[in-house]
């Protein structure tokens, strides 16, 4: 049986590899809450992969369906709704993701996400920089972004899974 706990949905944002899906998955079986993780979501209904989404049809077009899918959610609540990494760079989508509830924005260092994130291949965005200077640069030039979208900011260096959710619930 649903413990409802939120009246509204809880968004997760930040860069990859700062533990949106890992924290959404925890949250989502303590609290038996649906989640909605966005790239999955939209690979499933485009029948594509990320990258291919990316080679495809380009980054713009992969934004829009990112924003099409935070509208979608408004309709519902108690819902953890795990972000991209890009996904509140656009302001449009910051707006949607206010209408849905709570933003949280997960942090960790550049080393941190380096060793989350090196063996991975599903993220273009990262193509060329796969390196803690490359990911630091990034980061900086998202930083701004992030943080204005978020309500709340959560820090994920030397933290367990469930030290990392414990704090999020506890600060919600
Ligand atoms: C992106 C992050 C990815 C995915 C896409 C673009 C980004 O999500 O949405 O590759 O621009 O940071 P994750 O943060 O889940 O890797």
Known sequence: QARKLFDYNIVLIGFMGAGKTTISDYLSTVFDMEIVEMDQVIEEREEMSIPDIFATYGEEYFRDLETALLEEMQERKNMIISCGGGTALRQRNV?????????????????TI????KDSDERPVLKGRKNVE?????????????????????QTDHKSVLQVCEELVQRL
């Not at 993701?97 to 997960?106: A, H, I």
């Not at 380096?114 to 994130?117: I, K, S, T, W």
């Open 95 to 111: 707006e949607e993701m206010k209408k849905n509830g709570r933003v949280v924005l997960l942090t960790a260092s550049p080393q």
């Open 114 to 117: 380096y060793e989350r994130v």
């Open 134 to 154: 490359g990911i630091a640069e990034l980061m900086e030039q998202r930083r701004e972004k992030y943080e204005a979208a978020a309500d709340l900011v959560v």
